[in-house]
């Protein structure tokens, strides 16, 4: 199984950018679908972003539609989330997600259960 580490997390204020990176070890990166999801204080973990896996196709959430970028390099076993255009309902802990199996599409992706590889997280603030 692969294990996840996030990095890039910080306090930003409204309107600026931070690109979170989520390093991979383990074996054949280029064999998961990774996601990204978030978590505010008293919410639920909610989707993020999703990337295929030769990173040729991506998946958002309506919320991030627009302002956040994923992409993967395989080469290097990670996949990056660049956030632009923050918002103080961006402010969340971050979290990297990886499976094998999970289908591509609108059902699966958005759900943390289709996961079974997560990192540890990263916090984003934006400030108001």
């Known amino acids: 199984q692969v294990q996840l580490v996030e990095s890039g997390g910080g306090l930003v204020q409204t309107g600026g950018s931070l690109r979170l990176s989520c390093a991979a070890s383990?074996?054949?990166?280029?064999?998961?679908?990774m996601g990204w999801f978030r978590q505010a204080p008293g919410k639920e973990r909610e989707f993020v972003a999703a990337?295929?896996?030769?990173?040729?196709?991506?998946y958002y959430a309506d919320s991030v539609k627009g302002r956040f970028t994923i992409s993967r390099d395989n080469a290097k076993n990670r996949v990056y989330l660049q956030m632009n255009s923050l918002k103080p309902e961006d402010t969340a802990v971050y979290y990297c997600?990886?499976?094998?199996?999970?289908?591509?599409?609108?059902?699966?992706?958005?759900?943390?259960?289709?996961?079974?590889?997560w990192g540890q997280g990263t916090q984003v603030t934006v400030s108001s």
């Open positions: 383990g074996r054949a990166f280029r064999n998961y679908v």
């Open positions: 997600a990886a499976d094998q199996l999970v289908s591509w599409g609108a059902q699966a992706l958005p759900v943390p259960e289709s996961y079974d590889a």
């Open positions: 990337i295929n896996r030769s990173g040729s196709i991506t």
